[in-house]
């Protein structure tokens, strides 16, 4: 559900796709050059997988200046998707980039939000390694030159791209040599630290990482 600012179900904020358990379950973005436009990416979790990657469209003008959901609701982007998504600025300093990955497939893929909304025909970039349905977190680095990737079941991997912010593409992709069941990763502001959390479904315990990416 999305709400408004009087903490309310926005009119037509009910019955977005996504799932409660997913990784990364929402991310807002703002449309470029819009003041009112925001855009709400869902994505699946691994029990509810076939609902994939998602956007809906918030214009704030509506219900009085407390916003609904227009008729773009739920649009389709990726049909199976894992519970990853993130934004990562363009480099020319206003559009952004929502890189996701697809399950059942060896691919990332990146769609272009500009003023003219979303563009729905992917950038395709080979992931590492084939991965089936997968939890843990996709991130970018501040500077949108690196995107890292987790995968908390099945494969207990964690990878580290560059990643083009003007066209899009991951590339040069560098695996670390732990296995852990790995879930949350952050870069540090300068982008030479990355900060990783391994996850044990069946107690508390778990481990913070640091790993110079120098």
Not at 60 to 85: C, F, H, P, R
Not at 130 to 141: E, H, I, K, N, P
Request: aromatic content about 12%; hydrophobic content about 35%; overall charge negative.
């Amino acid at each position: 559900m999305v709400y408004n600012k009087n903490h309310t179900v926005m009119p037509n904020g009910s019955g977005l796709l996504g799932h409660n358990s997913s990784s990364q379950s929402a991310i807002i973005v703002k449309k470029p050059g819009s003041s009112n436009t925001y855009y709400i990416f869902t994505v699946d979790g691994y029990t509810g997988w076939d609902q994939g990657l998602n956007y809906s469209e918030v214009d704030m003008s509506l219900d009085g200046g407390l916003g609904d959901i227009t008729l773009n609701k739920n649009i389709s982007l990726i049909q199976y998707a894992s519970e990853k998504v993130t934004a990562v600025r363009h480099d020319n300093g206003s559009d952004f980039w929502i890189v996701s990955r697809a399950d059942y497939s060896s691919e990332f893929q990146s769609f272009l939000l500009s003023s003219n909304g979303v563009d729905d025909t992917p950038i395709i970039s080979n992931s590492l390694s084939y991965q089936g349905a997968t939890s843990g977190y996709l991130r970018a680095s501040q500077d949108g030159s690196k995107i890292a990737v987790c995968y908390a079941w099945f494969a207990d991997e964690l990878e580290v791209y560059d990643f083009d912010n003007q066209t899009g593409v991951l590339s040069n992709p560098v695996a670390s040599q732990d296995m852990h069941r790995f879930y949350g990763i952050e870069f540090s502001p300068d982008g030479n630290l990355l900060y990783a959390t391994s996850w044990n479904h069946y107690s508390a315990n778990g481990k913070v990482m640091q790993y110079d990416l120098n």
